[in-house]
């Protein structure tokens, strides 16, 4: 009886240690290593037809969640990947891993950590986990991690956790999520699932190929939380080999999505954002009558007027057209250009310019701000106008908008003949549309009494054409007759879409603050300063900074210019001659003088070769791998490039080798033409190479590489000058 109650004792204790243990929590890296999902992609094998290749990925999988734990919301995005190197390129390639040390950026009240894990399988098996934490390197730029010994035929599978917890919050719109599938290297499983439950609302859209999701409810200790796993799988994605003049997004297996949290309730009616009725409904997409009812009250005219109607006074103006125009450009400068000033000044700790200005600028921080104010004047001028709602090329037609951020507004006023506005910034004109918003389907919103939303209409924004999106460069080159250099004039005129990429290239800030301080008669900030000793250390220090600039513009300058020749340069100067801020139709006009000191005349005995192909700058050349196309050809716009060249010919001196500067080349893509001709001692070369559409289809690649092989070609042209 005794030892009964002996082993009933000890079983009762052993039972309350056992109960009083708590199961150990497994690490990050165990659950991840470990994962249901991925322990069932174990073959190392490649498969046959990419043998050749230089790494193929056995697996890849992207896995989102949302979390709702206790007083905060949180969000972990796991990227689990193992990839096989085949060769001693893919080796070289991942010795390397680079990541951001903190990825956090656009998370407010944010707990970011960050979980890295990489292990190395040999081809017999052996598994080196590396250790992320000893051999990792970071620096401003990121963290580097450094991976010794890998050779052909090894495996590495490597995962990144990112974990970001906030406080609580009613409301709260994550950052969309835009991926494709293909990567460089051919993916034989891809797995992608996204799990949330109860108050998260999910947006999604399957792209091109990407099968639709599939639902996996989740067993919970409570039925509320509604937990739920989205998923889908894909097999045998081929790699990505197109590099040039593509869209993603619009060609390649991929999917959209945001997740917006929003509190059951009010909360709901307050997420400003397409958001489904239900959060367990998925919405994948965003129809013309929730345009419409979204954005149904969300552009009331509202602005101060007071600066445009001083403005306006003792004004008188042909046309609304002209006076539409002139408010533009002026609230561009009044409102934006006039600060820029200032900003540069405080960045570079000269003074504290803010107090110079107004207490409370007006400032247009999204597009809708400035269209709000922008109708209001409008209204007041009792001028009739319509909002443009439109989505850009590469994120495909506007009927399969998802996401608010894929969304561009303009304003089409309705004057004779009508204008587009677009949100200015410091190089925007009037009835300069976006070009990828060209030839695109849009929602027009229709306003009545000016201010009121009561229908919408599908239309398409117009598309220019190459003519007008046109560079032109004049260049007058002069030979010494000592052939030791060449003495080179260039003056290069840009207009369209060409003059807008050329602005945001080259323009700085006192390159175009100054001319609107002299149309508007508004003060710089040396003005608004009245202490005489404050006065002169700013004008030291701030002439000490553009020196600085103005000579790092001029060093840009001659490199771009360098990269276009392949020649060795001297004695470079430039000007800005007009900067085509104030019209659509006013080019970007630039001249610059330099000498080539090399690389363009050679000597051949007492004759000279001149490569004269060469000064119509550097032209794509389509190598052999690129030949074959099986995607879309996607382009920013229709364009064309024009050279007007003029070489003064030594006296003595005769020239042969014309015949090989005389081309043409054109189809229905577009085209590249050349000529030469001799005139009173001066060589005269013109070309041109336009590119006809902004889109071609893959079938007519063919017809594109047969005039952008002409003007390659043509760089490679010389002439003999041969002694007389």
């Not at 003064?648 to 001709?677: D, M, Q, R």
């Amino acid at each position: 009886m005794t030892n009964k109650k002996h082993l009933s004792l000890l079983l009762l204790l052993v039972s309350l240690v056992t109960f009083s243990q708590k199961k150990k929590e497994p690490t990050i890296h165990e659950k991840v290593w470990n994962n249901k999902n991925v322990t069932a992609y174990q073959n190392t094998e490649t498969p046959s037809n990419w043998l050749n290749e230089s790494a193929v990925y056995l697996f890849r999988t992207e896995n989102y969640i949302y979390d709702r734990p206790h007083n905060s919301i949180e969000y972990t995005k796991i990227s689990h990947s193992k990839i096989k190197l085949l060769d001693q390129a893919a080796v070289k390639e991942f010795s390397t891993f680079k990541y951001p040390s903190d990825d956090s950026r656009g998370f407010n009240r944010v707990t970011y950590t960050l979980t890295v894990g990489v292990k190395v399988i040999k081809p017999n098996g052996t598994e080196i986990v590396i250790d992320t934490e000893e051999e990792v390197i970071e620096d401003e730029k990121g963290r580097k991690l450094a991976i010794s010994n890998l050779e052909k035929g090894d495996v590495i599978e490597y995962f990144f956790h990112k974990n970001y917890i906030m406080s609580e919050n009613d409301l709260y719109h994550y950052a969309p999520v835009e991926n494709y599938v293909n990567t460089e290297y051919p993916i034989v499983n891809y797995r992608f699932s996204l799990t949330t439950e109860k108050d998260f609302f999910l947006n999604y859209s399957s792209l091109n190929g990407v099968p639709e999701l599939k639902r996996e409810n989740i067993k919970t200790k409570s039925k509320k939380d509604n937990r739920r796993e989205y998923s889908f799988e894909l097999k045998n994605v081929a790699k990505n080999n197109s590099k040039r003049w593509f869209y993603p997004y619009i060609e390649l297996p991929a999917y959209k999505f945001q997740v917006n949290f929003a509190r059951t309730g009010k909360y709901e009616k307050k997420a400003y954002t397409f958001i489904s009725s239900d959060a367990n409904v998925i919405k994948n997409s965003v129809k013309k009558e929730d345009i419409f009812n979204f954005y149904e009250d969300q552009f009331k005219p509202s602005g101060k007027l007071n600066d445009v109607q001083r403005f306006l006074k003792d004004k008188n103006f042909s046309s609304d057209e002209e006076k539409v125009k002139a408010v533009y450009y002026y609230i561009r400068h009044i409102y934006f250009t006039n600060y820029i000033e200032a900003i540069v000044v405080n960045d570079a700790n000269i003074i504290y310019p803010y107090g110079y200005y107004d207490k409370s600028p007006i400032f247009f921080n999204e597009e809708k701000e400035f269209i709000k104010f922008f109708a209001a004047f409008l209204k007041n001028e009792k001028i009739d106008y319509e909002i443009l709602v439109g989505t850009k090329r590469y994120n495909g037609d506007i009927k399969n908008l998802l996401l608010e951020s894929n969304v561009n507004f303009l304003m089409k006023v309705n004057t004779s003949p009508s204008l587009y506005i677009e949100s200015f910034n410091h190089i925007s004109n009037v009835n300069r549309i976006n070009n990828l918003l060209e030839d695109t389907n849009a929602y027009a919103l229709k306003v009545t009494d000016r201010k009121h939303i009561e229908d919408i209409e599908t239309i398409s924004f117009p598309k220019s054409d190459y003519t007008e999106n046109n560079n032109t460069e004049k260049l007058n080159i002069v030979i010494p007759d000592d052939f030791s250099t060449a003495t080179v004039q260039r003056t290069s005129i840009y207009n369209g879409h060409n003059k807008v990429d050329k602005q945001k290239d080259i323009l700085k800030f006192y390159d175009y603050v100054y001319e609107d301080y002299k149309k508007y008669g508004t003060k710089t900030l040396y003005d608004k300063i009245k202490n005489k000793k404050e006065k002169t250390k700013y004008k030291k220090e701030f002439n000490a900074l553009i020196a600085k600039l103005k000579e790092k513009q001029e060093t840009d300058f001659l490199s771009k210019i360098n990269n276009e020749y392949s020649f060795d340069l001297d004695n470079y100067s430039f000007e800005i001659l007009k900067t085509g801020r104030y019209d659509a139709l006013t080019p970007l006009e630039v001249t610059e003088e330099f000498n080539i000191t090399s690389d363009l005349i050679k000597r051949a005995g007492k004759n000279y070769v001149l490569e004269v192909g060469k000064l119509i700058g550097g032209q794509v050349e389509i190598d052999e791998k690129e030949k074959e196309r099986n995607h879309n050809i996607y382009m920013g716009y229709s364009r064309s490039f024009n050279n007007e060249i003029a070489i003064t010919i030594p006296k003595g001196y005769t020239v042969t080798g014309l015949n090989n500067l005389t081309k043409k080349v054109e189809n229905s893509t577009g085209g590249f033409t050349s000529s030469a001709v001799i005139e009173d001692g001066v060589l005269k070369i013109n070309t041109q190479k336009y590119y006809t559409n902004n889109f071609e289809p893959k079938e007519n690649w063919p017809k594109m590489i047969s005039f952008l092989d002409a003007a390659y070609q043509f760089t490679q042209e010389k002439i003999l000058l041969k002694k007389s």
